[in-house]
Each structure stands twice: as structure tokens, then as C-alpha cells.
């Protein structure tokens, strides 16, 4: 059976990606959690994936003897070992789009990732308003994730980006929780993509093991208002 390694799953938007590309295919795999306690050399998150992948990072899939690292390497590696999913859309023009847009978001939107860290648990509307007021590029990272959702749902027909579950509404399911978090503005078409992907089991199970974990870590959220 396949070895999913992930990190606390409240924090890990790269981890999500394959896990709830796994879980939502019905892939069989076994769930690793490790704790994010640092990240330093020597904490025990290191130690841990020292012996699973020279990366020392999650994700990481074990198949066998084989580890992959790298949630699109992992993503690739999957389509490929159960090609009768359909992860990516069976039409070529769309696979390479959709290829496209997971690279984009492998890549990008590093304002957004900065400026909103992953934290499922939290509703955190008043930081989200002051970061959209002051974050120019914060901003245009949405314009851009409005302008890719809008232009994969009109030409694919919905309900997700390229009609059915693919990997790329596994790469964006993070992303879609984030500007849930903090509250961004998005359109009318937008929001209701997003309450499509937070609707898929997946994802669902994603959150409520998140919102189970009860286990806050002061060095993933610095962008926490502090009373005064």
C-alpha cells in the first residue's frame, strides 16, 4: 500500500494536495502524520523525514522501495501508477492546461502564500481586510486565481475546473481555504466554486481531521493580531 507522509494538517497546504488528491480518487493509502514541531536540523520533523526522502519534507509518498517527494511530482507519479483515474482530463488541450495551472500555483502566488498562511482552524477576517487594504500583490494574486477558475469553469462547464475531479482542483483545495480564512473578496462565481471544492468529501475529511488536531504553533502563525 502506498505511505502518504503529511504535516499537521491545520498548517500543510503542500501535504493537502496529494492527500486529498488520494483520498477523493479512492486510492488506497496509509496516512504518516508527522508534527511540525521546527524546522530546524535537529527537531524531530527532521530527523523523521531524514530517513524517508533527502528532501526532509512533505509531502512524501513511499511506494514500496521507492519515495517520491514534491506534491507534483507526487501528483505525476500517481496519474501514471493508476492511469484508470483520470486524474489528469482525458482530452489533450485541457491536460496541458491543467498541467499549466498546477504549475502556476506549484510556483506562484507566493504574495497570497506569504500573507495568508494555512491555518484551518482560525477565521481571521480582520487581518484578511488589512492585508487586502495594504497588499497590492496580494490583490492581483486573486485577480489571477479569479481569472484561472473563471476561464477553466466557462470552457470546461463546471462543476469543477475541467468538469470532473482532476488534480487541479486538488492543487487549488488549499488555496480555496486560505481565502476562506481570511475572508478575501471574491465574485459571485468564484465563491461558488469555492463552496464546490470545500463540499467534496476530501476535503471535508481534510478539515475535520485540521480541526481535530487542537495543536497551535506560535512559529506558523505570526500574522495573529495581538491585543493590545
Not at 500517481?78 to 489533450?92: G, I, M, N, S
Not at 478575501?184 to 471544492?197: F, K, Q, T
Request: charged residues 25%; neutral net charge.
Amino acid at each position: 500500500m502506498l505511505k502518504l507522509y503529511i504535516g499537521n494538517k491545520n498548517y500543510s497546504p503542500w501535504a493537502m494536495r496529494p492527500w486529498v488528491l488520494l483520498r477523493q480518487a479512492g486510492i488506497a493509502f496509509e496516512e504518516v502524520m508527522v508534527r511540525m514541531d521546527a524546522f530546524s536540523a535537529g527537531s524531530g520533523f527532521k530527523r523523521t523525514l531524514a530517513a524517508v526522502t533527502p528532501a526532509g519534507k512533505v509531502p512524501a509518498l513511499v511506494d514500496g522501495e521507492l519515495a517520491v517527494w514534491d506534491s507534483l511530482a507526487i501528483a505525476e507519479y500517481v496519474a501514471e501508477r493508476f492511469p484508470d483515474k483520470h486524474l489528469w482530463p482525458r482530452d489533450a488541450a485541457q491536460r496541458a492546461r491543467a498541467r499549466s495551472i498546477c504549475a502556476e500555483m506549484h510556483s506562484g502566488f507566493s504574495a497570497l502564500r506569504g500573507a495568508c498562511g494555512m491555518n484551518i482552524e482560525a477565521h481571521l477576517p480582520e487581518v484578511g481586510a488589512i492585508i487586502w487594504r495594504d497588499r497590492a500583490d496580494v490583490r492581483a494574486d486573486v485577480q489571477r486565481l479569479t481569472d484561472i477558475w473563471r476561464d477553466a469553469l466557462a470552457a470546461s462547464g463546471g462543476p469543477l475546473l475541467f468538469g470532473d475531479f482532476t488534480i487541479a482542483d486538488a492543487f487549488y483545495a488549499p488555496t480555496v481555504l486560505r481565502l476562506q480564512t481570511y475572508a478575501l473578496p471574491v465574485s459571485d462565481e468564484v465563491r461558488g466554486y469555492m463552496d464546490r471544492v470545500r463540499a467534496l468529501p476530501a476535503v471535508q475529511e481534510w478539515v475535520a481531521g485540521a480541526l481535530a488536531e487542537h495543536d497551535f504553533l506560535a512559529f506558523e502563525e505570526p500574522y495573529r493580531l495581538q491585543a493590545r
